[in-house]
């Protein structure tokens, strides 16, 4: 037998105790994962089970209504301010022209 080939062997026995190491590792993986996953299904089982009640109709109403109610004050506010916007600028371009006119014949000192 030449060195080679003890080297070859030996690389060989090394490559084999490698793969059943790998192969124990994931077989032991394995095993706890299915340990997790029947934990879980015990612990999801054993939860109590609630029958969901469909809802009145005046419930759904009654859980809308805060919202609702923020949308009108919204839509209410902006009108207010719409409003009062529109005032302003009405003023504004009276005074502005009330202001042209006394610039152009009144003060021609």
């Known amino acids: 037998m030449s060195f080679d080939d003890i ?24 095993k706890i994962r299915m340990r997790e996953l029947e934990s879980e299904v015990e612990v999801s089982a ?30 209410l506010g902006a009108f207010v301010v719409v409003r009062v916007a529109a005032w302003l600028a009405g003023v504004l371009l009276f005074l502005g022209i009330i202001w042209v006119g006394y610039k152009l014949f009144l003060e021609r000192s």
Do not use: I, T
């Open 7 to 30: 080297m070859n062997s030996d690389r060989r026995s090394r490559e084999q105790k490698l793969q059943d190491w790998e192969a124990q590792l994931r077989e032991r993986e394995l």
């Open 46 to 75: 054993k939860g109590p089970l609630k029958a969901k009640r469909k809802p009145a109709a005046r419930d759904g109403w009654h859980r809308r209504l805060p919202v609702l109610a923020k949308f009108g004050l919204l839509v």
